[in-house]
């Protein structure tokens, strides 16, 4: 091999388009056989030069160096949690009360999307390169899981496009349910203790010290919204998304703008008929307004923001 150092950057590059377009854009353009082999010549030129392997490498996707403990992470910006409403009647409140502490009308348009049943993750890129991943924790600390977030496929170690300085990126890691029953049935035949459904599965595969038991699990990731944003303004939590979908990251499925609360009932009609037919298990949707000015004046109470509500099933 005349240059490997060369053939090993275009290797890292045309995996992570393949990881983009399978993970991302449901559209793989090559076959799982073929992807192996250029995975395979990928980890045969690290093993002969091992100075090429770095944590941007899709080598990591596999596993990296165990850690001694979890660090702690303080938020820059608190990962709030979300109020609840369970009734028509509940959702209009929450709207009055959002229009008395804005002084105003409050219309819309708002983003809604599934309530994921997953585990809450904030990951941190700075010019293009994923340098932290960390859990929600209590809102305000959280627990680094970097090593293990790295062996996430649907999570890139570095963004594509135009990404700004800094870009705090927040969503759910979760798993489609029929990798959770593929990953069951693998452990029973092991003999090894199966999960009580997805839910449990996903967090404490995450906080495995070892990054290759969490390697062995098929979590994927949806983001669905911003913490700190150096290098790029946005007027828009629906922009902001369509931005973050452009720099290779999954944004959250079946995102959509609707007018008015109405709208978010609608929505939360049509989920609650598709629920049983989506791959992967939500207890609800979400509603938010889109306008990000408009949130700021809203602002936050203790543990919750008041501009996002989440609309839950009954059971």
Sequence with gaps: MSDPRRRHAELCREIEKHNLQYYVL??????????????????????????????ESPSQKVGGQAIADFAKVTHRLPMLSLDKVYSEDELADWLSVMEKEAGRPVTGPFTVEPKIDGDSIELIYEKGALRLAATRGDGVVGE???HTVRTVRSI????????????????ELYMRLKDFDRLNRSLAEKGEKTFMNPRNATPG??????????????IRFMAHGLGVVKGRFFAKHSDALAHVKSLGLPVVDRLELVPDVNGI??????????????????????????????????????KNP?????????S
């Design 26 to 55: 449901d559209n793989p353009l090559i076959s799982d056989a073929e992807y192996d082999k250029l995975y395979r010549e990928l980890l045969a030129i690290e093993k002969e030069h091992p100075e090429l392997v770095t944590p």
């Design 144 to 146: 680094n899981v970097t």
């Design 156 to 171: 890139p170690a570095r963004l594509s496009g135009d990404p700004p300085d800094v870009i705090e990126v927040r969503g």
């Design 205 to 218: 595969s995450i906080r495995q010290k070892d990054p290759k038991m969490c390697a062995a699990r098929p």
């Design 265 to 302: 009932l609608s929505y939360f009609n049509k989920m609650a008929e598709e629920r049983d037919r989506l791959d992967y298990e939500i207890d609800g949707v979400v509603a938010k307004i889109d306008d990000l000015a408009l949130r700021e004046t809203l602002g936050s109470r203790a």
């Design 306 to 314: 008041r501009w996002a509500i989440a609309v839950k099933f009954q």
